[in-house]
């Protein structure tokens, strides 16, 4: 079996860093799950403007509202397939503002090659997620095409929905894993940011996600 990522991106995927196939190479038939922590240099929501809108996301585990530099942060991956009979990946962020303890949670799933994400406790947001390789070796992830599930599906067009740009990477020197994401919206600019480093391990795991990782409802839709 290969995972999700390595079936999206095809003979790309191999141009991608060691330790970076490893960490996007977890499938439902691997046996392993992955647990991270580290901190991130900035994180959150450097638009005051845009927070009332983060208060009620982050209700749902989905984004977060505070704006914070050095905040302590923990991953947790599990690959699985999710009830629609579909290769997937869950994942579970918890960052500690020290104010408050925010969630952030969602699962990337692949169907007829393409990877959805949905996002949120609900799983009420979704996202095209498109991976490339760079010339470093780099992950670099765009989502984009944005849908909302509020009983039925709503594309949110350009003009109001945002694009997130993810770039992760190892460094070698410092033996960690880097990360760094902006939600950007067209004329706001930016609305989310996170950005930092992490150490990561792999542990057993049995592909049944643990009860605090299932989400609250699952989407089929795309």
């Not at 929501?45 to 509202?65: E, G, Q």
């Not at 952030?104 to 090659?113: I, N, R």
């Not at 984009?144 to 599906?153: C, D, E, P, Q, Y």
Request: a neutral charge; glycine letters at 8%; proline letters at 5%.
């Amino acid at each position: 079996m290969t995972s999700i990522y390595q079936q999206a991106m095809g003979a790309e995927f191999g141009r991608l860093q060691p330790e970076l196939r490893e960490y996007f190479g977890l499938h439902a038939g691997s046996g392993l799950a992955g647990r991270g922590h580290g901190v991130f240099d900035v994180a959150g929501c450097p638009a005051w403007f845009a927070r009332p809108a983060f208060r009620l996301t982050a209700l749902d585990n989905a984004f977060f509202p505070e704006y914070r530099d050095d905040v302590p942060f923990t991953i947790r991956n599990f690959p699985h397939t999710d009830p629609f009979g579909r290769p997937a990946l869950t994942a579970r962020r918890e960052l500690d503002f020290g104010t408050a303890l925010r969630v952030f949670e969602d699962t990337t799933s692949l169907q007829d090659g393409v990877l959805t994400d949905y996002v949120g406790r609900h799983r009420r947001m979704a996202t095209l997620l498109t991976c490339t390789a760079t010339d470093e070796g780099r992950i670099r992830m765009v989502s984009s095409r944005t849908r909302v599930f509020a009983g039925r599906r709503l594309p949110l067009p350009d003009a109001v929905g945002a694009l997130a740009y993810v770039e992760q990477w190892w460094d070698d020197d410092a033996a960690v894993f880097r990360i760094k994401t902006r939600v950007v919206h067209r004329q706001l600019g930016t609305l989310l940011v996170y950005a930092g480093s992490f150490q990561y391990t792999l542990e057993e795991f049995d592909g049944v996600l643990p009860a605090e990782v299932r989400p609250r409802r699952w989407e089929q839709r795309v």
